[in-house]
């Protein structure tokens, strides 16, 4: 059966802008498309406002018909010149039909498919695509737009595209979750989501309506974490700062839920201060839906968080899923039901199918048996499992499980069996958190031994794992190694464990409400199962670190950086485990050694700084030199990022038990964290002698790695003329060993270096070189975008140097990196005020010296002369008494109006003292939220001219449909620069996505530049 879907692209905006032209519109378009399917011999079974579903026994009638209707709607001319355009979307599966409509995940797929498109586009999935391809109609072709996520976060749909003659071309990016433009964090899920209809409308309306706080409570396995999901990838529309997922049920400590979430939001945590107030001082007034994922047993540190973001950050909801509801003011509770069950003594196969419950039993059944249907025969057992297990989503896919080997007639026998044992008779008596707990024993009991003992142990993993680790951990005893992957398979096929097939490896993880029932049969497990277990998990993961250690300085550093960040929260579990190990001093020292590099790349040296001075203070930890001066290295490496004066001491002792050991290597590493910790602490000569005899070292141990590292402290202590000499051969090194993360490093360092002497054709070809390493290992810095600003702004390009600042500011303001704002207003001021724009560069001048202030950061010799020189122009310009108005008026302001006067595209403010009484600027940024909201052929005309030459430039390449990533490697630019080029696109043209941004080149007459292969 093939299914034909239509609708009318951002039908419910045309009916709001003008309803009555809309009315003219939906009866023609009905009309229009009625006949073309009923022409093409298929049948409209269902119609909602102008979303038509249609279905056809021939699946070339339906694309012939789907093309059909894309040419006529194409050729009508629609009431009042609206921009109707409408999506048609196929697929083919088998459906139930329900009083002469259809249901089931084959009409829900369609569906989302269809969200996906755009208006003028036929999409087709693979299933369809088998159906028609060696039997395409002349002159009509399926074009393969790849894998595309849809948006029920089910498993990812090869999607295909219809083409032709008198069919439009050149629409850019799906709105799959894969549209680079749409920022989030949401995960697959193995199958597709069901029903819910009514919970999703009420929640949307909930969290789009102002409720800052909505808890999704309700007990383990009714679907709370799913629901929360489904609200959130449907709450992504390309505007805001997207929604971001914390997975809490990993978390242990209260103390680290602030952390957990500031992982989620990459929010790099600020040394010496808590990470609760960076995490809010970074979400500052972003856009966003945080959703925060089984906080059960984290109430209090949970409350703690969502009260300070509700106090702190105006415009982020959160939505929080949990067995109990935080019970703070201001929450809103939301009780997830069981999925819909079906009267008693309803049994007809098709009438079943319309509930959600037989939808999802269903579904997992399909999968444990090929080519299961709810028929005559099994109907009315289905029927009695979906209403005994309530409607529990959790029950209904462990009871859909057992199809492998009973009868759903058998099935239910059973759980009549077991039901009658735990009610005595009196089935209305059994709560729900029971009701699931009987079909979690009933699958456990019917395990094996060994599929037991393994079941047991996976619950010590924390947020998924891989198969070798589950070799590694869940063996022992009676369990050899080799068995692990056949009792994991066992696990997986009966729904006890979750397989997570992406493009890696495959990852398996246990639901929270099955983790918490398998951590309590191992605890119950004799013998010393729990103790060995953990201890096998701490070990392997300390040897995952330590293996990664060699390849983290090697070309494949950017896969394993990915593979140390999937498994983040095992490391922070194996490192608890280490520190709360009777004998774990070397544990942990190892560890903290072997996760150094690492916590440096991905910015988390202060966790990574906590981890080692836990031991390093120890009365053991010098038990083995070796180790220990290792371990003083790493710290002393580490603090370099964190604390200076720690740095300072730590690395002093490091050259001292260094030395005493005549590891030439460790004395140089050593030596190399004394000269950058000295020169920061005030003394810059002591600095670079140490550098001087590090490098001398470094020479001599003949290691590319270790020369470049050295190389890159001691320049940090020289004249930037010297480094700019030298650092070809440092360069020279990473590129021989494939250190990517130091040839960023290096060339970001020096490019400063040659900014600092005005070299700027050098600056800025260090600061692009470093472009691609970074993109290899998914590096990213605020600074790199403020450097390359700096360079265009000498050049004179003015538009460029802006965007770069913004950029950097962007990534300072999400990271909540302090330094990095300052620095990042403190430039956008100077290239605002040469843009012409005195007053507000007088104001952020002014908004600078009070952050300034309250912060305590000092300027450096290079920034005081930027801001001194602005400052003096602006003067010039404005004259004293305007400037003082300006400077006091930006004094006033907060930091966060601050940055939104440094991002707003608003003209000129051409009187502060008007702006000041519109609420100190604040207005700035509703006007610019208001640019964004008109329609675009209000804004082209008006943004066209105010684009840069590059953003039209990346305007071509994206209108010749060019990913995100095409465009960084055609503009030797990483993806994160051309990301926020395309923002500030954005922000110009009020285009959301990048349909509208390709129509948006069109208008405006940028002609679309495919690149080439
Ligand atoms: N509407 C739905 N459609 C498809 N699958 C669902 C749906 N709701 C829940 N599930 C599936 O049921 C299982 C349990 O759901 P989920 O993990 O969301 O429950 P939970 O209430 O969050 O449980 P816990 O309290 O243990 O965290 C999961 O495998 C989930 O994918
Ligand atoms: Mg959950």
């Known amino acids: 059966m093939i299914l034909l879907f239509a609708d009318i692209e951002d039908g419910v905006r045309l009916w709001e802008a003008d309803g009555d032209a809309m009315a003219a519109v939906s009866a023609r378009y009905d009309h229009l498309v009625r006949g073309r399917v009923e022409g093409c011999g298929g049948r409209v079974f269902k119609v909602v406002g102008e979303a038509c579903r249609a279905v056809f026994a021939d699946p070339v009638a339906a694309l012939l018909s789907a093309v059909a209707i894309q040419r006529a709607a194409g050729a009508e001319p629609w009431a009042s010149g609206l921009p109707v355009r409408v999506r048609v979307a196929l697929h083919c599966g088998a459906c139930a039909e329900c009083d002469g409509d259809y249901v089931g995940p084959v009409v829900n797929r369609a569906a989302r498919l269809l969200d996906i498109g755009h208006g003028g586009q036929v999409l087709v999935t693979a299933a369809a695509y088998a159906l028609l391809a060696d039997r395409l109609p002349a002159g009509i072709g399926l074009r393969d737009l790849g894998e595309q996520r849809l948006r029920d976060l089910g498993r990812a749909e090869r999607v295909f595209q219809v083409t032709g003659p008198g069919l439009a071309e050149g629409f850019g990016v799906l709105r799959s979750l894969d549209d680079p433009a749409l920022r989030h964090n949401l995960p697959s899920q193995a199958t597709s989501f069901v029903g819910r209809a009514a919970e999703l409308a009420e929640l949307r309306a909930l969290v789009s309506g102002g409720s800052r706080l909505v808890t999704i409570a309700g007990p383990g396995g009714i679907g709370k974490s799913r629901l929360a999901l489904q609200v959130a990838a449907d709450a992504l529309d390309g505007t805001g700062d997207g929604v971001w997922l914390a997975e809490l049920a990993s978390v242990a400590e209260p103390g680290l839920v602030a952390r957990a979430t500031a992982a989620a939001l990459k929010v790099s945590e600020a040394p010496g201060r808590p990470v609760l107030d960076t995490l809010i001082g970074a979400i500052g007034d972003r856009d966003l839906l945080l959703v925060l994922d089984n906080a059960e047993h984290l109430l209090g540190a949970v409350a703690e968080l969502a009260g300070a973001v ?64 709810i028929d005559e025969a099994s109907a009315a057992a289905v029927a009695a499992i979906c209403v005994r297990l309530d409607g529990i989503p959790l029950a209904l896919e462990l009871a859909a499980a057992r199809l492998g080997s009973l009868s759903a007639a058998e099935i239910n026998a059973r759980l009549d069996q077991r039901f009658s044992l735990l009610t005595t008779g009196n089935r209305a008596a059994l709560p729900r958190h029971k009701t699931l707990r009987a079909l979690i024993d009933w699958s456990y009991d019917l395990l094996s031994p060994a599929e037991q003992v393994v079941f047991g142990r996976l619950s010590v993993f924390a947020g998924g794992w891989t198969l070798d680790a589950a070799e590694a951990v869940a063996c022992g005893g009676d369990v050899a190694d080799w068995q692990v992957l056949d009792l994991l398979a066992a696990l997986v096929g009966k729904s006890l464990v979750q397989a997570e097939v992406t493009g890696g490896p495959t990852r398996y993880r246990l639901l929270e409400t099955i983790r918490h029932y398998a951590a309590e049969r191992l605890a119950l497990q004799a013998g010393p199962g729990q103790h060995d277990t953990y201890a096998a998990h701490r070990d392997h993961y300390l040897a995952l670190a330590e293996t990664a250690v060699a390849h983290l300085t090697g070309p494949d550093q950017g896969s394993w950086l990915d593979r140390l960040d999937a498994d983040q929260a095992n490391l922070r579990r194996a490192g608890e485990q280490a520190v709360a190990a009777p004998d774990g001093t070397a544990l942990v020292l190892r560890l903290g050694v072997a996760l150094h590099r690492y916590s440096i790349a991905r910015s988390r040296q202060q966790q990574a700084l906590e981890l080692l001075m836990t031991a390093i203070r120890r009365p053991d930890a010098d038990a083995d030199p070796a180790l220990f001066a290792a371990a003083l290295v790493s710290a002393a490496h580490t603090a370099c990022w964190v604390d200076i004066n720690t740095a300072r001491h730590l690395a002093g002792q490091a050259v001292q038990v260094t030395r005493q050991l005549g590891d030439d290597r460790l004395l140089s590493r050593a030596l190399g964290a004394l000269c950058t910790a000295c020169h920061f602490a005030g003394e810059p000569e002591t600095g670079a002698t140490f550098g001087q005899e590090s490098v001398e070292r470094a020479r001599r141990v003949g290691d590319d790695v270790l020369l470049a590292e050295s190389l890159a402290h001691y320049f940090v202590a020289i004249d930037p003329v010297r480094s700019l000499e030298m650092v070809s051969e440092a360069i020279a090194c990473t590129e021989r060993s494939g250190d990517h993360f130091y040839n960023c490093l290096l060339h970001n360092n020096v490019g400063i270096a040659a900014l600092i002497i005005g070299n700027i054709p050098a600056a800025r070809a260090h600061l692009e070189a470093l472009a691609h390493p970074a993109q290899q290992i998914g590096w990213e810095s605020a600074e790199v975008p403020a450097n390359l600003g700096l360079a265009l702004r000498a050049e004179g390009d003015l538009d460029g140097a802006r965007s770069m600042f913004e950029a950097s500011l962007r990534i300072s303001r999400r990271n909540g990196d302090s330094r990095g704002m300052a620095y990042g207003i403190l430039y956008l001021a100077c290239v605002i005020g040469d843009l012409g724009d005195w007053d507000r560069a007088g104001v952020l001048h002014g908004s600078l010296q009070a952050f300034q202030d309250r912060a305590g950061i000092p300027w450096d010799e290079f920034d005081t002369r930027h801001r001194e020189d602005s400052l003096a122009q602006a003067r010039a310009r404005m004259g004293d008494e305007q400037l003082e108005r300006a400077y006091a008026q930006g004094m006033a302001l907060s930091l966060e109006k601050a940055l939104d006067l440094a991002f707003s595209t608003e003209a000129g403010l051409r009187n502060p003292d008007h702006a000041a009484a519109r609420g100190a600027l604040g207005e700035a940024v509703s006007d610019a939220t208001c640019t964004r909201g008109r329609t675009l052929s209000q804004a082209a005309p008006a943004a066209a001219g105010s684009l840069s030459a590059r953003e039209r430039e990346i305007m071509a390449l994206l209108a010749g449909g060019a990913s995100n990533a095409r465009i960084a490697a055609v503009l030797y630019v990483t993806p994160n620069t051309v990301r926020t080029h395309l923002d500030r696109i954005r922000d110009k043209t009020g285009a959301r996505n990048r349909a509208e941004l390709t129509r948006y080149a069109m208008q405006a007459g940028i002609e679309p530049v495919v690149p080439s292969p």
């Open 310 to 373: 509700i106090r702190s950050c105006p415009r982020v909801s959160l939505l929080v899923t949990s067995r109990e509801p935080l019970g703070i003011s201001g929450e809103h509770v939301f009780r997830v039901p069981g999925l819909a069950v079906p009267p008693a003594g309803l049994t007809a196969p098709d009438r079943l199918a319309a509930f959600e419950s037989v939808q999802l039993f269903a579904e997992h059944a399909a999968l444990r048996r090929r080519g299961f249907v």
